[in-house]
């Protein structure tokens, strides 16, 4: 606990690309501090400073490779990991009955059932996008999706990451699609075409596609393009800066703090539900 009354967040994956961006965000964001910073046991970044290595000099908090000691010490755990990784980082924050803000995407039915399950004991905030301006977009295709008909009205959705990313769709296609969804009274796993190749068949009314590209340094593109016979409307996101998911991030742990365990989304703690 922080004896200043600060949030004490331990960063899983402190050297990542989102890792370095949080450790940056919860620097400058008033009522949190870097409890700890965590890395795989064989990481070259053990030792270093998690301030240095994020380029605002040094906050000595070494990065290290035992998250229990760490997460038995926190208020709650930033992680924008592996899927693997967030289960069992799920697993010891519900040990230590702590907040978990779980950013991670790519995650398979069996991984989202144990994280449903440590939310029994742990205060989890999950969503593939942290970001304000994704969850009010969500909103948005929701209710675009309810107002259209489907006989009428494509539902496509596409999205652009840098050469690094490793999952698709990514996980803001995959919360569009479920909003699109619910906007329809549909099942998204029942109606969805996720890749196309070949001798396709023509468009099945009322599914909802994806298509991901994959290139350079984009941070996140996406797009809901509802199409009609003649018209055409397509509800957009470009994020420009990761800073924006680190604050979201961030967010969601104060928020979390004051409620009782259990799973939440990032439309939650917006108040976007
Ligand atoms: N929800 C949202 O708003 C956002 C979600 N994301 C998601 O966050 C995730 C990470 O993205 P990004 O930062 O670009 O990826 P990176 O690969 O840059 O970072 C992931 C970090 O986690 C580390 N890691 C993996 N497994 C463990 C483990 N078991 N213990 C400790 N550290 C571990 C990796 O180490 P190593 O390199 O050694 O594997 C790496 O340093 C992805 O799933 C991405 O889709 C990204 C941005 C926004
Ligand atoms: O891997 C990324 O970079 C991102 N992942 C998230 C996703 O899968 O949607 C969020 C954001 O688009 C960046």
Same mark, same amino acid.
Request: proline share 3%.
């Given at each position: 606990? /922080?004896?200043? %009354?600060?949030?004490?967040?331990? $960063?899983?994956?402190?050297?990542?690309?989102?890792?370095?961006?949080?450790?940056?965000?919860?620097?400058?964001?008033?009522?949190?501090?870097?409890?700890?910073?965590?890395?795989?046991?064989? +990481?070259?970044?053990?030792?270093?400073?998690?301030?240095?290595?994020?380029?605002?000099?040094?906050? !000595?908090?070494?990065?290290?490779?035992?998250?229990?000691?760490?997460?038995? @010490?926190?208020?709650?755990?930033?992680?924008?990991?592996?899927? =693997?990784? #967030?289960?069992?980082?799920?697993?010891?924050?519900?040990?230590?009955?702590?907040?978990?803000?779980?950013?991670?995407?790519?995650? =398979?039915?069996?991984?989202?059932?144990?994280?449903?399950?440590?939310?029994?004991?742990?205060?989890?905030?999950?969503?593939?996008?942290? #970001?304000?301006?994704?969850?009010?977009?969500?909103?948005?295709?929701?209710?675009?999706?309810?107002?259209?008909?489907?006989?009428?009205?494509?539902?496509?959705?596409?999205?652009?990451?840098?050469?690094?990313? $490793?999952?698709?769709?990514?996980?803001?296609?995959?919360?569009?699609?479920?909003?699109?969804?619910?906007?329809?009274?549909?099942?998204?796993?029942? !109606? +969805?075409?996720?890749?196309?190749?070949?001798?396709?068949?023509?468009?099945?009314?009322? +599914?909802?596609?994806?298509?991901?590209?994959? %290139?350079?340094?984009? $941070?996140?593109?996406? /797009?809901?393009?509802?199409?009609?016979?003649?018209?055409?409307?397509?509800? =957009?996101?470009?994020?420009?800066?990761?800073?924006?998911?680190?604050?979201?991030?961030? @967010?969601?742990?104060?928020?979390?703090?004051?409620?009782?365990?259990?799973?939440? +989304?990032?439309?939650?703690?917006?108040?976007?539900?």
């Amino acid at each position: 606990m /922080s004896e200043s %009354g600060d949030m004490g967040l331990v $960063v899983v994956g402190a050297a990542g690309r989102m890792g370095q961006t949080l450790i940056r965000a919860i620097h400058t964001m008033p009522g949190a501090r870097v409890a700890a910073a965590i890395e795989r046991p064989d +990481s070259a970044h053990l030792g270093k400073d998690a301030g240095e290595l994020a380029g605002i000099g040094i906050i !000595n908090v070494p990065i290290v490779n035992d998250p229990l000691p760490a997460f038995a @010490k926190a208020n709650g755990v930033l992680d924008f990991t592996a899927p =693997s990784a #967030s289960v069992e980082f799920a697993g010891y924050a519900a040990q230590a009955r702590i907040v978990h803000v779980i950013g991670t995407t790519g995650c =398979s039915a069996d991984d989202n059932a144990k994280i449903a399950a440590a939310a029994r004991h742990a205060t989890i905030v999950k969503s593939g996008n942290m #970001s304000l301006g994704v969850n009010l977009l969500a909103v948005l295709v929701e209710q675009a999706a309810k107002a259209l008909d489907p006989e009428d009205f494509d539902i496509e959705i596409l999205e652009m990451h840098h050469r690094h990313k $490793v999952d698709a769709p990514s996980g803001t296609a995959l919360l569009l699609g479920e909003a699109a969804a619910k906007g329809r009274g549909i099942d998204l796993a029942d !109606n +969805s075409v996720r890749v196309r190749d070949g001798h396709t068949g023509v468009r099945k009314t009322g +599914s909802i596609g994806f298509a991901a590209l994959r %290139g350079g340094s984009v $941070v996140g593109d996406h /797009s809901v393009i509802l199409a009609g016979t003649g018209e055409r409307i397509t509800l =957009s996101h470009h994020a420009e800066d990761r800073a924006i998911f680190a604050r979201g991030a961030v @967010k969601a742990a104060l928020w979390a703090r004051a409620k009782k365990p259990g799973l939440y +989304s990032m439309r939650d703690v917006l108040g976007l539900s």
